[in-house]
């Protein structure tokens, strides 16, 4: 039985509502690298442990997270040393220091004290990994191309990586992508990669004018639950707790998220059974109203939505972030999705633009916009948010700002 | 009597049996972790845990009784073993040091040579990435050899990451080891919420589950006195709980459900003889104020003055308001604010049309400053307080009141004839509504004006209760009847009426919220008492 995690990587039975998902990206991962693309907390950690802890056959993951990494040569120790201390892989990895000394003869007396700590510590102070790691990364994934099990390498966060290296040392970031975009289309190369994104990737490197060094990713991006899904995870849920919720109670638990996004859902579901515990009677429609309203919508996952409110002043340049506002607004106080017109006019009006040609591209590309962010979701021909819980809580704080 | 010291700062210095039986109120949170904690296996999820409260609400003892139940049961203890971060830890800066200073508890507790040994090899290291490579690789290789994992509990977790920590770089590599390290879950606290955490750039943004602590309901809170009592057997003090009762649900709303006041006004109650409720705020400040004045002297000139500044104000302001009161210009205000935050002195909580205002949270830090400040605030204090007690005297002691004021009522009425009973007050103003207004107001006057011939505080205690009596009549013409005969020959201090002239005001105005939001959390709360007794919805309850 499934119990929520908030916050941390569901593992096991814990990451639910997956399965279809999951069995696409093995299918791709045959013949593609993956780019998993979702806003924070949409369970990405949670698919690529998925990966890892239930390869399929023919494939052997090795997870590495990269957000601590700020060198190129950090990076290339991080992944030798993972390499090293797999059993499959480390063979094949060894032989780039066979026959000599120093490492060489450290791999081969590895004693079971030294674990993945001991060989990155000799890796960064007894070789030149960290000096000449194009060179090793070369030459490692040469060597790993034609495993079997094929190599599948899934790196969390790795958009801070490059960040964290670019910000040091622009240049370097720019090899260790190109480096890297070379080992993923080397020809005939059976290792794959499954690299873990924010939405914020591709607008970085578009930043860096580097977006061509992921341009062979294959994007999948996450998208809530099916509706099916979300009544099958709460009936779980509570069936993990030996409670058997009324039907017509569980569907009030989905009316009032709205659109599944599974961490939204996780913490209400959570914070209904600790209301639920506390009060020690059975769960009630009172119940549930009071864990959305004040512990999905007023505490502290309120915070999640600020972001999204806050990532607009970010992202999105000058006049447009006032024209995404504006419209945001609008879309937050309508009681149904908004047409085109609505809000092309909404457009116009803020700009203080006429109706052109030119005005209805600008104002479609800033809603793909929205939509790519997850703001906002297109339904013939009309808009509305993407979340019903992001709808509410923007009404509230901001939806009567005159914008 | 025995005696069980409990160290009301220093929980971990109590013995855990003494804490277990006092421990009210969390059983749940307790047993919820617990049974994540037992319910593991390697490889499954690993939940970590962000506990949040203002200080003294008792999250150090949580700590405590988690790792004292960890430890006591074979099942916990073969698969866990809970390492304490003292709180005062400041000599950590870098993940580099947390993890040599847990390494050296781990050490500590089991003796393991390997875990000695790694410690020794790192605590003079200055090379940050072996201290923490190699640190890992002991706590890897003690999970592999004894089959436990570790429960790292750190306090002050908003100190640690705002301001001893701070590198974003250095919580980046946090996430990492706790994301990857299969062999660890983290349990932490904060009294207050924390930028780490909440901002979405941040790299722990949301990666604990978070727990707010809140304070002890009144219930708990006298089933926290009783167990004190128990522990120590002492037999008086149990007795004496149910007269003390009504003294201590006045005292609530001074104290909040706060354990550690809660604790001292046992040591100040079982040790004293104390006559009144007004004594006992007094001692309660009085023995907090050491620990208050020191506090103080930690924080910057600047901020302190603000703290002041927002405790005298109504609760709730913004930066603007607070800005003009202190003269201070806004943005310096912002930023000073923010650093109170981080500290956990105030808090920001989004009320209506997005307005962020700035609390308190510590409510009896804050009386503390009112009660320092003058006396007119003193004496609002007082008066509150004086009103709680009297809502919530007992039975007899409102039986006792009741038939003074049946008497004077008769003597107005003349020809009424009332039954005594222990609610008469009630039914004698249901009688008296029934009269027309000039005989009603007539009727009031006279009453009131009798009272000023008893002894001055007899003549305020019946006014309260005829007051009480109207509210919960749903009459306000009597209230306003009452309120206007007791400022016309009782007293004409209005801070000695305030809760009901409040009232008033907020029932015939329809309850514009406004009137309530510029009113403290406690004189906030006497009014919600009357408005209830106006709805019917309080029960005049019997303890």
């Known amino acids: ?403 | 009597m025995t005696s069980h010291p409990i160290h009301s700062y220093r929980p971990q210095r109590t013995a855990p049996e003494d804490l277990e039986a006092i421990f009210v109120g969390r059983e749940h949170l307790l047993e919820e972790m617990l049974g994540r904690l037992k319910d593991w296996t390697p490889g499954a999820s690993r939940q970590h845990y962000l506990i949040i409260g203002p200080r003294g609400i008792g999250k150090t003892n949580l700590l405590t009784l988690i790792a004292h139940r960890i430890e006591r049961s074979p099942e916990l203890n073969a698969k866990w073993v809970p390492l304490a971060i003292a709180e005062d830890t400041y000599g950590i800066t870098r993940i580099s040091d947390l993890l040599i200073e847990s390494v050296r508890i781990l050490g500590d507790k089991t003796g393991e040579s390997s875990i000695r040994k790694a410690y020794d090899r790192v605590r003079f290291d200055d090379n940050d990435a072996r201290v923490t490579d190699l640190t890992l690789d002991a706590f890897r290789h003690f999970h592999k050899s004894s089959g436990r994992g570790i429960v790292l509990m750190v306090e002050n977790l908003n100190r640690l990451l705002e301001r001893q920590i701070k590198q974003k770089a250095e919580i980046h590599l946090l996430r990492k080891i706790l994301i990857e390290e299969d062999w660890l879950i983290t349990i932490c606290t904060s009294p207050t919420y924390l930028n780490a955490v909440t901002q979405p750039e941040e790299p722990l943004f949301e990666f604990f589950k978070v727990q707010l602590l809140p304070e002890l309901t009144q219930r708990e809170q006298f089933e926290m006195l009783k167990k004190r009592a128990a522990l120590e057997e002492n037999i008086a003090f149990e007795n004496y709980l149910s007269e003390f009762r009504s003294r201590l649900r006045a005292l609530y709303h001074f104290t909040g459900g706060n354990p550690r006041l809660t604790l001292m006004l046992y040591d100040l109650v079982s040790k004293q003889d104390l006559s009144g409720v007004t004594m006992e705020l007094d001692l309660l400040l009085d023995q907090i104020t050491p620990f208050y004045q020191d506090r103080m002297k930690e924080i910057p000139e600047q901020q302190a003055k603000l703290l002041e500044a927002m405790a005298l104000m109504p609760e709730g302001c913004t930066p603007t308001e607070l800005a003009e009161q202190v003269r201070m210009a806004p943005n310096q205000v912002r930023a000073l604010l923010t650093r109170l935050a981080q500290a956990g002195y105030v808090r920001a909580e989004e009320r209506q049309l997005k307005k962020t205002v700035y609390i308190i949270p510590e409510r009896f830090f804050r009386i503390w400053h009112q009660m320092n400040h003058s006396r007119e605030v003193r004496g609002r204090i007082q008066y509150l307080l004086e009103f709680f007690a009297s809502w919530y005297a007992t039975r007899e002691e409102r039986d006792h009141i009741s038939e003074q004021t049946v008497a004077l009522l008769i003597k107005a009425f003349r020809d009424e004839a009332i039954g005594v009973r222990s609610s008469a007050a009630i039914t004698t103003v249901h009688i008296v509504s029934e009269r027309s207004m000039p005989d009603l107001a007539e009727g009031i006057d006279t009453v009131i004006k009798d009272l000023a011939h008893l002894p001055y505080d007899e003549a305020v205690e019946i006014a309260r209760t005829l007051l009480r009596s109207a509210f919960r009549a749903a009459n306000l013409n009597i209230v306003r009847g009452v309120l206007g005969a007791v400022t016309s020959h009782l007293s004409s201090e209005e801070i000695l009426w305030a809760p009901y002239m409040i009232a008033a005001e907020y029932l015939q105005s329809e309850r514009d919220p406004a009137i309530l939001n510029r009113q403290h959390p406690e004189m906030r709360e006497a009014v919600q008492l009357l408005v209830d007794a106006f709805d019917n919805h309080s029960a005049e309850t019997d303890e």
Do not use: C
């Open chain 1, 1 to 403: 039985m499934p119990k929520p995690v908030i916050g941390g990587v569901p593992r096991g039975e814990d990451l639910f509502g997956r399965e279809e998902l999951i069995e696409n990206l093995w299918e791709r991962l045959e013949r593609d690298n993956v780019l998993l693309v979702a806003p924070r907390r949409f369970g990405k950690t949670g698919i690529m442990y998925h990966l890892l802890d239930y390869p399929q056959e023919g494939f052997r993951p090795i997870f590495i997270n990269v957000e601590h990494i700020l060198t190129a040569g950090d990076f290339m120790v991080e992944l030798m040393a993972i390499l090293l201390r797999d059993h499959h892989f480390a063979r094949a990895v060894s032989s780039l220091w066979q026959g000599t000394k120093g490492f060489g003869r450290f791999l081969q007396n590895l004693p079971s004290s030294i674990d993945l700590g001991g060989i990155k510590v000799e890796l960064r102070e007894k070789t030149d990994v960290p000096e000449k790691w194009i060179s090793y990364g070369e030459r490692v994934m040469s060597l790993l191309s034609k495993e079997e099990p094929r190599l599948l390498l899934l790196l969390d966060e790795f958009a801070v990586m490059i960040d964290s290296i670019s910000k040091r040392d622009s240049e370097e970031a720019k090899r260790l992508l190109h480096w890297f975009r070379s080992a993923r289309i080397a020809p005939d190369t059976g290792t794959r990669f499954v690299i873990g994104g924010s939405i914020n990737l591709i607008s970085t490197l578009d930043a860096m004018r580097l977006v061509d060094t992921v341009n062979d990713l294959s994007v999948e991006r996450l998208q809530p639950f099916a509706l099916e899904t979300a009544a099958a995870y709460v009936k779980a849920i509570f069936a993990s707790r030996d409670i058997d919720l009324d039907s017509e109670l569980a569907d009030s638990i989905l009316e009032l998220v709205g659109e599944p996004v599974p961490y939204f859902l996780a913490v209400l579901l959570m914070a209904i059974l600790d209301r639920q515990r506390a009060i020690g009677s059975p769960i009630s429609a009172d119940t549930i109203k009071a864990a959305f309203e004040e512990d999905l919508l007023g505490g502290a996952t309120s915070v999640v939505f600020q972001h999204y409110r806050s990532r607009i002043d970010q992202y999105y340049p000058g006049r447009e972030a006032q024209v995404a506002r504006a419209i945001l607004g609008m879309l937050s106080r309508a009681g149904r999705p908004v047409q085109h017109d609505t809000l092309y006019h909404i457009f116009l009006q803020t700009y203080r633009k006429p109706p052109s040609p030119q005005a209805n591209d600008e104002f479609i590309q800033l809603m793909k916009k929205l939509d790519n962010d997850f703001y906002i979701v297109s339904r013939d021909g009309a808009y509305d948010f993407f979340s019903r819980v992001l709808k509410l809580w923007w009404k509230t704080h901001y939806g009567f700002q005159g914008e």
